[in-house]
């Protein structure tokens, strides 16, 4: 006998919950008003009675936003959650629309939370679809790894339900959810991957390639959890005041010195790495020939707008520091804390 959608739900909220809940605390909801996210409203609401709160974010894309986004606000009450609340945001900056919209909808739901983490209803079909662009990308076993069911205050209790789970509950819950026209948009990459490459993948291949996918992802998440915690205990082992010990890590295997150095990197500041400018960083310990620094992005804009971190290695440590903008080239750039 097939088993019904909400009841998929429900035990996957369950064991989420088992295994991540920091206790009998409140939940908060991500709610779009989409299938997934009111299918998770409910299980949670089932799961926790009195303790999941929701949270709708309006992005104001597309006209009638505001009446959708109060619509599902209204579903999530009707699904059980103690409250719904609606948060207009703006979405402004690089990256195009969706990476716009994304760190919007995150930054208003970090904000809004409080002290409760957040449940995202990613399901093991968005799972398979982050692995392809992951992989599409090229950028490493950490992007293919995909989403962690809980990345702090970030949780995902439906990575291993099918979005027709989702639906399913829907149906049985009598909830017609919200079908976002940018979710049928083939101008966005991820809808190409989810209409099209995927559907062919599971042709050519007979089926199972978005549950092979996820295992995949999951395989990977145990292993760079372990290369992670290796990593972190060589950054502690090269320390060397605000610098790394050069002699600490030329010895130490790629996977583990890059890590090491990627971490001291974004503790520093820096951010959007590419593989490139990791890679130039790392040849000052791996391949020292003399060459002379290497810039990286500072997030912080610490010396004004388009100012730069740079990278450099003198007298056997790696340290970094602020090179303003208009500097001259033969300034030496300002140390990081001084």
């Given at each position: 006998?097939?088993e019904s959608?909400?009841?998929?739900?429900?035990?996957?909220?369950?064991?989420?919950l088992?295994r991540?809940?920091p206790?009998?605390?409140?939940?908060v909801?991500?709610?779009?008003g989409?299938a997934?996210?009111?299918?998770?409203?409910?299980?949670?609401?089932?799961?926790?009675?009195?303790?999941v709160h929701?949270?709708?974010?309006?992005?104001?894309?597309?006209?009638?936003?505001?009446?959708?986004?109060?619509?599902?606000?209204?579903?999530?009450?009707?699904?059980?959650?103690?409250?719904?609340?609606?948060?207009?945001?703006?979405v402004?900056?690089?990256?195009?629309?969706?990476a716009?919209?994304?760190?919007?909808?995150?930054a208003?739901?970090n904000a809004?939370?409080?002290?409760?983490p957040v449940?995202?209803?990613?399901?093991l079909?968005?799972q398979?679809e982050?692995?392809?662009?992951?992989?599409?990308r090229?950028?490493?076993?950490?992007?293919?790894?995909?989403m962690?069911?809980y990345?702090?205050?970030?949780?995902r209790?439906?990575?291993?339900?099918r979005r027709?789970?989702?639906?399913?509950?829907?149906?049985e819950?009598?909830i017609s959810?919200?079908?976002?026209?940018?979710?049928?948009?083939?101008?966005?990459?991820?809808?190409?991957?989810?209409?099209?490459v995927?559907?062919?993948m599971?042709?050519?291949c007979?089926?199972?390639?978005?549950?092979?996918?996820?295992?995949?992802?999951?395989?990977?998440?145990?292993?760079v959890?372990?290369?992670?915690?290796?990593?972190?205990?060589l950054l502690?082992?090269?320390?060397?005041g605000?610098?790394?010990?050069v002699?600490?890590?030329?010895?130490?295997?790629?996977?583990l010195?890059?890590?090491?150095?990627?971490?001291?990197?974004?503790?520093?500041?820096?951010?959007?790495?590419?593989?490139r400018?990791l890679r130039?960083?790392?040849?000052?310990?791996?391949?020292?020939?003399?060459?002379?620094p290497?810039?990286?992005?500072?997030?912080?804009n610490?010396?004004?707008?388009?100012?730069?971190?740079?990278?450099?290695?003198?007298?056997?440590?790696?340290?970094?520091?602020?090179q303003?903008?208009?500097?001259?080239?033969?300034t030496?750039?300002?140390?990081?804390?001084?």
């Amino acid at each position: 006998m097939t088993e019904s959608g909400l009841h998929v739900v429900r035990r996957a909220v369950r064991q989420w919950l088992e295994r991540y809940s920091p206790g009998a605390g409140d939940l908060v909801v991500a709610m779009s008003g989409g299938a997934d996210s009111a299918a998770l409203c409910a299980g949670a609401a089932a799961e926790m009675p009195g303790c999941v709160h929701a949270v709708t974010i309006d992005h104001g894309l597309q006209e009638g936003s505001a009446r959708v986004a109060a619509d599902a606000a209204a579903v999530a009450r009707r699904a059980g959650c103690v409250n719904a609340r609606v948060i207009r945001v703006e979405v402004t900056g690089a990256g195009g629309l969706e990476a716009a919209a994304r760190r919007a909808r995150y930054a208003a739901l970090n904000a809004a939370r409080g002290e409760a983490p957040v449940l995202v209803a990613h399901t093991l079909d968005d799972q398979a679809e982050t692995v392809l662009l992951g992989l599409a990308r090229g950028s490493g076993p950490r992007s293919v790894a995909g989403m962690r069911p809980y990345s702090p205050p970030w949780g995902r209790p439906l990575l291993a339900v099918r979005r027709t789970m989702t639906r399913a509950a829907c149906a049985e819950l009598g909830i017609s959810p919200h079908e976002d026209p940018h979710n049928s948009d083939p101008r966005f990459t991820r809808v190409r991957i989810r209409d099209e490459v995927l559907p062919l993948m599971e042709e050519v291949c007979r089926g199972g390639v978005a549950e092979s996918l996820a295992r995949t992802a999951a395989q990977l998440q145990e292993d760079v959890e372990v290369l992670d915690d290796l990593a972190s205990a060589l950054l502690d082992k090269a320390r060397n005041g605000a610098c790394l010990d050069v002699l600490v890590l030329r010895g130490e295997p790629a996977a583990l010195r890059r890590r090491a150095v990627r971490s001291w990197l974004l503790e520093s500041g820096a951010r959007g790495l590419t593989d490139r400018q990791l890679r130039a960083v790392d040849a000052l310990v791996s391949d020292w020939r003399g060459q002379g620094p290497v810039a990286v992005p500072d997030a912080l804009n610490r010396a004004g707008e388009g100012a730069r971190l740079v990278v450099e290695r003198r007298h056997g440590t790696l340290g970094i520091a602020v090179q303003p903008r208009h500097s001259h080239p033969g300034t030496r750039p300002t140390e990081k804390g001084s």
